[in-house]
């Protein structure tokens, strides 16, 4: 393995292991990520859906919406990417069974800035979700009771490990506020993500995106062409981001239509393209929900690095 260059960006292995047995953080993080994979599991199985098993490796992966470093694997000379969203695999996955979720790894290697947000990993995982026919209402209110069940229940199992971390955390009641962005943008100007986090009393829904903000396959709005049926989940008390989803696009015409709008190219969505060309893809919403961005927002952490073992944080390099 080519050594890194840059001081300071290697990880001492022998030192992040000593930390990780002197630091009871990781001790209290690793037990309450653990019980809130449980929990959320526990809800979605009892809402009717099934686990599917992660893709790490495809043909064709999310876009993203902003640039990261390419992850690539050749094999007998055809390219794999590595898996940066299952959102093309859920959309599949949903024509077998109208309700699935994964757990799924995804490899994203964001540019160094990225530590500075406290939020970013290169190697994170989310809980990813889809449901046939759904609108985005339905999958936001389902997301509200998956948080609150999952707070709860941890509150009321660990409530001496979160008054350790986080004495302030609640459980957020129904329904979550929401703000379009086109308002939040004019309340908070274009630094309104943080803003919105930093002023909320709790999680609130960022709906409507700008369709050049967002990726080809969320859904547009006919009635709103400008913006787009989805949504994120705005943590409270500054930790941002904890949720991204909506509603699909699944006709092959409007999803040629927004890779092209967005300048992606096609070739590299030949696959996608032939299996929406045929028709197959059908009606969608869904959404994901970084499990340690959870964990830290939960505990109140400062580095969603600090929220598992192994993590990755951007620019650097580590075991
Ligand atoms: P996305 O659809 O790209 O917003 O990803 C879904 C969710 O995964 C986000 O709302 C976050 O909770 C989580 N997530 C996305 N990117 C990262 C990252 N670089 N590090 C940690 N979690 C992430
Ligand atoms: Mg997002």
């Given at each position: 393995m080519e050594k890194v260059k840059s001081e300071g960006r290697k990880v001492d292995s022998v030192k992040l292991v000593e930390e990780y047995l002197k630091n009871e953080t990781y001790k209290d993080a690793l037990l309450i990520q653990s019980e809130i994979l449980r929990f959320s599991r526990e809800f979605l199985l009892s809402k009717g859906f099934i686990e599917f098993l992660p893709v790490i490796i495809s043909t064709i992966t999310d876009p993203l919406n902003h640039d990261v470093f390419d992850a690539q694997i050749d094999y007998y000379g055809y390219k794999y990417y590595?898996?940066?969203?299952m959102i093309l695999q859920k959309q599949v996955g949903v024509l077998v069974h109208d309700k699935i979720f994964s757990v799924s790894p995804n490899l994203r290697l964001e540019?160094?800035?990225?530590?500075?947000?406290?939020?970013?990993?290169i190697d994170f995982v989310q809980l990813d979700l889809e449901v046939k026919n759904a609108k985005r209402e339905d999958i936001m209110d389902l997301m509200e009771d998956l948080i609150i069940y999952v707070i709860k229940n941890i509150l009321d199992k660990y409530s001496d490990i979160i008054l350790k971390?986080?004495?302030?955390l609640k459980i957020p009641s129904k329904p979550f506020e929401k703000i379009t962005v086109k308002e939040a943008k004019l309340l908070y100007g274009n630094d309104y993500e943080v803003a919105l986090s930093k002023h909320s009393e709790g999680p609130v829904w960022l709906i409507d995106m700008l369709i050049l903000e967002r990726e080809f396959y969320d859904k547009q709005?006919?009635?709103?062409?400008?913006?787009?049926?989805d949504f994120d989940l705005i943590y409270p008390?500054?930790?941002?981001?904890g949720i991204s989803g909506g509603e699909r696009e699944n006709e092959y015409e409007q999803i040629v239509k927004r890779i092209e709008l967005k300048g992606n190219g096609l070739e590299s969505y030949e696959d996608y393209l032939n299996i929406a060309k045929e028709g197959f893809l059908e009606p969608s919403a869904g959404c994901g929900i970084g499990i340690e961005r959870f964990t830290r927002y939960i505990l109140g952490l400062?580095?969603?690095?600090?929220?598992?073992?192994?993590a990755k944080a951007p620019g650097k390099f580590s075991i």
């Open positions: 590595v898996t940066k969203s540019r160094e800035e990225k530590y500075q947000s406290g939020r970013h990993l971390y986080h004495p302030t709005n006919a009635k709103d062409p400008e913006t787009l049926l008390e500054g930790f941002g981001e400062d580095h969603v690095e600090k929220s598992r073992l192994f």
